[in-house]
Every structure is written in C-alpha cells, then in structure tokens.
C-alpha cells in the first residue's frame, strides 16, 4: 500500500496513534469523541478495518495481547513508515474544499421554519461551546499546540452559530432574496 492510497480514516488512524503512543481500535474510538470527533465523522467499524488494513502496508506495527476472555487485544503503533506518511501529509495542503454538514441548515434551506429551527438549534450549540470552553479552562492550554489550535476554531465556530440562529429567532419575517 502507498500512501497515495491513504484516507482521511487512515490519517486520523496514524495521528491518534502518534498522540496516544499506541492502542487499539477500541482505544482509537473512546478517543474520537474527545478529539477529532468534534469536527469530523469517523464510523467506529472504520477504525478495525483501517489499523489492520494500515498494518498490512506496513505504516503500523501490532502485538496482540492476551485478555481475560481469550480473544487476543490487537495493540497498534506507528512504524517509521507510518510517522513518515503522516508527516508528509500534514505538509500537504488540503485538497478537498472544506464541508459543511449540518442538520438544521439543510432543514432550512428545504423549507423548514426558521423560529423553530433556531429554537432547537441554539441550545445545541450553547450546550457545545460550553463544553468547548470547560476544556479550554480546565486544561488551559496545555500539550500539543495543534489541539488547541482546533479547540480555538471550534469556540469561534459555535459563537457565529449562536449569532446566526440568535438572528433567525429574532426574525419575525421570512426574507427571501
């Protein structure tokens, strides 16, 4: 496998297991919610797949572990090829347009009721940004700068949310235009 052959999945597969030093699929999936998986999909059976599929072209090396139940624990690390790959893409520019996905946007631009959409939507993204700004005070900073970095653009991202659905409720006309 060459790295040209290499997702998203697999970037994210190969950095969490820089960050993390190793683990396993399991381990890669309680990851997610608490990194990437504030601004990027990642399906959990994906991760399985991907660490094995990674392994066999030689970018992770894995030892299985012995468990309580019998079935071995596969435990996965970067290999010089994989931290190789990694570095390489990082310096890449992004070849994809950036997305944007979001539930009551799409409900709105179909037709759905902007008072009622931004009632939903508001407290869901009040909820986040708190949550987003609990890990800024808690942890103030601390570790890799990339994180953080991403943490910044996510406090920024939900506060024009708020600013946007603010206004939609405040609206009492339909504009069209």
Same mark, same amino acid.
């Given at each position: 496998?060459?790295?040209?052959?290499?997702?998203?999945?697999?970037?994210?597969?190969?950095?969490?297991?820089?960050w993390?030093? #190793?683990?396993?699929?399991?381990?890669?999936?309680?990851?997610?919610?608490?990194?990437?998986?504030?601004?990027?999909?990642?399906?959990?059976?994906?991760?399985?797949? #991907?660490a094995?599929?990674?392994?066999?072209?030689?970018?992770?090396?894995r030892?299985?572990?012995?468990?309580a139940?019998?079935?071995?624990?596969?435990?996965?690390?970067?290999?010089?090829?994989?931290?190789?790959?990694?570095?390489?893409?990082?310096?890449?520019?992004?070849?994809e347009?950036?997305?944007?996905?979001?539930?009551?946007?799409?409900?709105?631009?179909?037709?759905?009721?902007?008072?009622?959409?931004?009632?939903?939507?508001?407290?869901?993204?009040?909820?986040?940004?708190?949550?987003?700004?609990?890990?800024?005070r $808690?942890?103030?900073?601390?570790?890799?700068?990339?994180?953080w $970095?991403a943490?910044?653009?996510?406090i920024?991202?939900?506060?024009?949310?708020?600013?946007?659905?603010?206004?939609l409720?405040?609206?009492?006309?339909?504009?069209r235009?």
């Amino acid at each position: 496998m060459q790295a040209a052959n290499l997702t998203a999945t697999s970037y994210i597969v190969l950095g969490l297991l820089e960050w993390l030093g #190793e683990g396993s699929p399991y381990d890669l999936k309680q990851a997610i919610p608490r990194t990437v998986g504030n601004f990027w999909t990642v399906p959990h059976s994906q991760l399985y797949r #991907e660490a094995e599929r990674l392994h066999r072209g030689g970018f992770l090396d894995r030892r299985d572990e012995a468990t309580a139940g019998g079935r071995p624990r596969k435990v996965y690390c970067l290999t010089p090829k994989g931290t190789r790959a990694l570095a390489r893409w990082r310096r890449e520019p992004p070849a994809e347009p950036p997305q944007l996905r979001d539930p009551g946007l799409l409900k709105l631009f179909l037709g759905g009721d902007p008072r009622a959409l931004a009632a939903d939507r508001l407290p869901a993204h009040r909820r986040k940004l708190a949550e987003y700004e609990e890990i800024r005070r $808690l942890d103030a900073g601390s570790g890799p700068r990339g994180p953080w $970095l991403a943490l910044d653009a996510g406090i920024a991202h939900e506060r024009e949310w708020i600013r946007y659905w603010s206004r939609l409720a405040r609206d009492r006309q339909e504009r069209r235009g």
